[in-house]
């Protein structure tokens, strides 16, 4: 039986929140700081990007959905990071392990 639980994330940039999930094909929708997702393995969960908080299912973290949604929350940092220091992302690829790999041009 699974119960309702809140973590404490690093997510906390609406825009890169957004994009995240946006990258990961999962349906949302957005009250005032609060995303609520709406399909995927994250199904049910909200994320509040004021404070960080992920309120889902204790079924996430048996499923490593959390995981996966951090993963695409890293990426959206990392894209604007690099945009800011004047780079630009010329590839992405998805490693065997699931891991996302960006090649970055600076300069």
């Known amino acids: 039986m699974s119960h309702r639980i809140t973590t404490q994330t690093n997510i906390t940039n609406k825009k890169l929140a957004l994009q995240a999930?946006?990258?990961?094909?999962?349906?949302?929708?957005e009250s005032?700081?609060?995303l609520?997702?709406?399909?995927?393995?994250?199904?049910?969960?909200?994320v509040n990007t004021t404070t960080g908080e992920v309120t889902g299912d204790t079924d996430y973290?048996?499923?490593?959905a959390l995981q996966s949604l951090n993963k695409f929350?890293?990426?959206?940092?990392?894209?604007?990071?690099?945009a800011m220091q004047g780079g630009q992302i010329l590839e992405r690829t998805v490693a065997k392990n699931?891991?996302?790999?960006?090649?970055?041009?600076y300069g």
């Open 61 to 64: 973290h048996r499923s490593n």
């Open 36 to 46: 609520r997702i709406q399909s995927g393995p994250m199904n049910g969960a909200s």
């Open 21 to 29: 999930v946006k990258t990961a094909g999962w349906r949302y929708t």
């Open 32 to 34: 005032g700081g609060t």
């Open 73 to 82: 929350y890293s990426e959206a940092l990392v894209r604007a990071e690099t």
């Open 98 to 105: 699931q891991d996302i790999v960006l090649i970055a041009q």
